[in-house]
């Protein structure tokens, strides 16, 4: 099959967004999006965006910010449509960025750390809950500093490449 062929199916696959994804991963997005229809009409809007970044200590959230999340859809976004948008963003993506990406929703002054006692929640209470004994040994691995605070850049760098950093 040609090149060209073969990138025209790429694109219509999305009719078959459910194959890219394994099964558990599905079930993933799928508890993600419920929490963000934060009004439980099948559809994720800028209310329900709004909503979800209150929920997750962030209030005051630009209109604008809003509307450019929302215009990344083709359309209104259902559950298809956000599988969808996820499976293009996962699509090459490299895996270290895409983590350091997650982390950077938390940190909008883009300062590289977060708080201990913030990541805590968020991992013991949020989709794929962390034991208590599972964060033990992520903070034994990763000390946050005498701030309490964790540098989660090194955090993800030894996720994706299995070795610290060298500190600049």
């Known amino acids: 099959m040609s090149p060209k062929k073969a990138k025209k199916r790429a694109d219509g696959a999305s009719s078959n967004v459910f194959s890219i994804f394994e099964q558990s991963q ?10 963000m229809d934060q009004n439980r ?3 994720i809007d800028k209310n329900d965006l709004r909503d979800t970044f209150a929920a997750l200590g962030r209030l ?3 209109q604008e910010e809003l509307d450019e999340m929302v215009k990344e859809a083709p359309g209104p976004i259902n559950f298809t449509v956000f599988l969808t948008m996820f499976g293009e963003k996962l699509k090459g993506a490299d895996p270290e960025e895409t983590i ?7 940190d909008p002054e ?3 750390t977060l708080k201990k006692d913030f990541v805590t929640e968020m991992l013991t209470t ?3 809950r962390f034991s208590p004994e599972e964060m033990e040994q992520m ?11 964790l540098d989660y850049k090194n955090l993800v760098h030894v996720i994706t490449h299995g070795e610290e950093k060298d500190q600049e």
Do not use: R, Y
């Not at 599905?26 to 929490?35: L, M, P, S, V």
């Open 26 to 35: 599905i079930q993933e997005f799928k508890e993600a999006f419920t929490i």
């Open 41 to 43: 009409d099948g559809f």
């Open 60 to 62: 005051n959230v630009k």
């Open 100 to 106: 350091l990406n997650a982390f950077k929703v938390f």
């Open 110 to 112: 883009g300062k590289g």
């Open 126 to 128: 949020q989709a794929d």
């Open 139 to 149: 903070f034994a691995a990763f000390p946050p500093d005498v701030a309490g605070n």
